[in-house]
């Protein structure tokens, strides 16, 4: 992340609350905890109970060091400074999300019958809206954003394709969100979107590469 120590505080406290949440459950979980779902939202995989209860915590530590990690090791750390306040709410937004991925494979793994999908589905919307966010705001560097040959070749491709990008990916989001009403079409409400923001964006910054070196 940034030097900013209150959006790092806000992370560890998630993190807190997700390793928490496992050793307050512990007792009570089966020994056999779901893990994986497919995409009908319906549970395929299964993982010792141990395993379950603190493997998405780790992760969530793991993707804090890499947030930390990135700004410094950017070689135009200039430019990830300038987009750095949108860099740190998807930080946050990030370590949330799993964290709500955690609470919610608790709930079922103690025997709640919820629809997956109904839940996970809305979440990804809100990950892809807030990648919309950051992406919009942006600035040209090698590690974050999107990264095609003609937008990495050109500053002006590079803000105008994430200026498209930040939008399409927001909208996305958005259409994730009606998985709350149409459960069993979770799964292509994430992928048709998503695949048509992503291709859309790289033939875009194509396109403007083009156009302006002609």
């Known amino acids: ?22 050793f ?20 395929d995989r ?14 969530e530590i793991f993707l804090t060091i890499l947030f930390i990690l990135i700004p410094l090791i950017e070689p135009k750390k200039t430019n990830v400074k300038k987009f750095i306040k949108q860099y740190n709410l998807f930080a946050i937004v990030m370590i949330g999300f799993f964290a709500y991925l955690h609470f919610l494979i608790l709930l079922i793994a103690q025997g709640n019958l919820i629809d997956f999908n109904q839940f996970f589905v809305p979440a990804i919307g809100i990950v ?64 048709i979107p998503i695949s048509i923001s992503s291709i859309t964006s790289i033939v875009y910054s194509y396109y403007i590469y083009l156009k302006i070196i002609k």
Do not use: D
């Open 128 to 191: 892809f809206y807030f990648i919309g966010i950051m992406i919009k705001h942006a600035k040209q560097n090698y590690l974050i954003g999107i990264r095609t040959p003609w937008t990495l070749a050109n500053e002006e491709v590079w803000n105008k394709t994430h200026l498209i990008g930040g939008n399409l990916f927001k909208i996305s989001g958005i259409i994730c969100l009606f998985a709350i009403f149409f459960p069993s079409s979770g799964f292509w409400l994430i992928l």
């Open 46 to 59: 299964y993982t010792t109970k141990n395993t379950g209860l603190f493997f998405i915590p780790l992760i």
């Open 24 to 43: 307050y459950y512990y007792q009570t979980l089966p020994e056999q905890i779901p893990i994986h779902f497919n995409a009908n939202g319906e549970i």
């Open 1 to 22: 992340m940034s030097h900013n120590k209150n959006h790092l505080i806000i992370i560890l406290i998630i993190i807190l609350f997700s390793f928490l949440a496992s």
